[in-house]
C-alpha cells in the first residue's frame, strides 16, 4: 500500500467526476458514479458510506506503478470488490 502524501491525494482526488451543485473540494464521484467525499478518506465505516481509497487503475499485482498517471479515487468498497483487476462498480448513485 502506497503511503500518499496530501498533495499527491488532492491531485488523484482530482480526477474524480465533479458533480454540479456539490462543493468539488469536498464532493466528488468515482468511475461507478458513487459520491465520495474528501474528508472519508480511507472510512471503511459502512459499505454505502462516501468513504473512498485510492484505485491503482492496474493493480500492482498485475504490474502497475505506484504513480498518480495509475491511480483514481474510488469509494472503498468499489475498490474491495475489484475482481481480477477489472471493477465491478457494486456502489452506485442515482440522480433526483
Request: charged share 30%; with cysteine; glycine share 8%.
Amino acid at each position: 500500500m502506497t503511503n500518499w502524501t496530501i498533495e499527491e491525494r488532492r491531485q488523484i482526488w482530482n480526477k474524480g467526476q465533479v458533480v454540479p451543485g456539490y462543493d468539488p473540494t469536498m464532493w466528488r464521484k468515482d468511475q461507478c458514479g458513487a459520491f465520495i467525499k474528501w474528508d472519508k478518506y480511507g472510512d471503511r465505516s459502512d459499505r454505502y458510506n462516501n468513504g473512498w481509497e485510492i484505485d491503482h487503475i492496474k493493480p500492482d499485482s498485475f504490474g502497475g506503478p505506484d504513480t498518480i498517471s495509475n491511480a483514481r479515487p474510488l469509494q472503498w468498497y468499489n475498490n474491495a470488490s475489484r475482481q481480477n483487476g477489472r471493477l465491478t462498480c457494486p456502489v452506485t448513485a442515482k440522480e433526483k
